[in-house]
Nanobody, 120 residues
Framework: QLQASGGGLVQAGGSLRLSCAAS????????VGWFRQAPGKEREFVIT????????IFLDSLKGRFTISRDNAKNTVYLQMNSLKPEDTAVYYC???????????????WGQGTLVTVSS
């Protein structure tokens, strides 16, 4: 089970850190990632962190602003979001899987989502 938290309301230019705590699974054995879905839009593949500690960002608009990390001792994955923009408003989902980290279809275990709202 994956439990996402840390969402909320933030002003443009602000920062948030999302957490994704795993239970019943050892997160170090999985590739992990974050997806997001804005209102009325399709889900986007945002960023992944492989078991070999390779980070891949799938949206150019996030480069230099979003980073992913994991703390295996806490069995938790983090998404640090800086310089937030109103267009970052979405429900953010953490996910895990054992296939290739570059493929969205790898991620078959999902958290429940946490809402991030960025005001202008």
């Amino acid at each position: 089970q994956l439990q996402a938290s840390g969402g909320g309301l933030v002003q443009a230019g602000g920062s948030l850190r999302l957490s994704c705590a795993a239970s019943g699974r050892t997160i170090s054995t999985y590739n992990v990632g974050w997806f997001r879905q804005a209102p009325g839009k399709e889900r986007e593949f945002v960023i992944t962190h492989s078991r070999s500690a390779v980070t891949t960002i799938f949206l150019d608009s996030l480069k230099g602003r979003f980073t992913i990390s994991r703390d295996n001792a806490k069995n938790t994955v983090y998404l640090q979001m800086n310089s937030l923009k109103p267009e970052d408003t979405a429900v953010y989902y953490c996910a895990a899987g054992v296939g290739p980290a570059y493929s969205a279809s790898t991620f078959v275990y999902w958290g429940q989502g946490t809402l991030v709202t960025v005001s202008s």
